[in-house]
């Protein structure tokens, strides 16, 4: 069976609030876990005025009070920014609080604005570049979330308190085949951004399956792809709520990034150019737009690529209850089971 999970980005919506939004974050990770959804993730985002909250570990603690089943954990924590050895603090402190309920996923990238990045390595050493001391970190992480520094390491003995019996799943986040290759290399489950639009998704994968080395984390590969996706009765509305998310990339990607999530009539009112409606079509290959039975279809068609059986949803749509509605439809007709 496919599972499904959520990816929460804690949008602003045009006419609302960081507060609204934070309650919006909130009411989802609730409905999707009494609808039966695998693992809820919140992603971490720098100086992003559309986007409420930069501290996915502050508020994995407070879903996870207020659920009850569902797996919550980051999408992720953009690790060259911090210490190891105080991301594992954090995560094992929510393991022990939530015991086989928390994911750290952690990104290369900096999630934010050039001027947010120095901001956050204000100080550290400028011998190395932050992304090159990745792949250390990682192998960092795993050690120290396993009690498992070896002897020569250079803070040899050190523990990450507190000093539990279990872990949270490390997920390497990436679109790329990089990052496919370093969660292979150091047995991490690896998680594929096909939201951002970005192609080359089922061959790292594939990479990533084909070199795995078992680890201290996990003895076999584990994947999944995160996918937009708006599901709504007829096909009309659900092309009608994918608008929000268009305009919102679209001037992402033209480096005029909105405050807010545009509602679906802004999008549609847009005096949108030939060049951005090309553009616009071409990502729609990208994106999940239909009713449940064509949704359905084409996630099955998206985890067959991707040799997945768990797809991350995310649904960037400005009208909170047609986005509820959304996730419920695809938990009826996947027969999602709390």
Known sequence: MLKLGVLDQSHINE????????ANTLKLAQEADRLGFSRFWMSEHHASPSLAHSSPEVLIAHVAALTSRIRVGSGGIMLPHYSAYKVAENFRLLEALYPNRIDLGVGRAPGGMPLATRALQEGKLP???????????IVDLIAYMNDA???????PGLIAEPSIETAPELWLLGSSGGTADLAAMTGASYAFAQFFGTAGGEDAVAHYKDNFKPSLMSNTPKSLAAITVSCADTEEEAEYHMRSNDLYFLMLRQNNPMPYLPSAKTAAQYPYTDSEKAHIQDTRRFRVV????QVKEKMLQ???????D????????HNTEARLKSYRLLAETFDLQA
């Open 15 to 22: 006419g609302e609030d960081a507060k609204d939004a934070l």
């Open 127 to 137: 011998s190395m570049h932050a992304s090159d001391r990745y792949p250390q970190q």
């Open 149 to 155: 520094l070896p002897a020569d390491h250079r803070f």
């Open 290 to 293: 239909g009713t449940p039975d």
């Open 302 to 308: 998206f985890a067959k690529d991707y040799q997945t």
């Open 310 to 317: 768990e797809l991350l949803v995310v649904s960037a749509i």
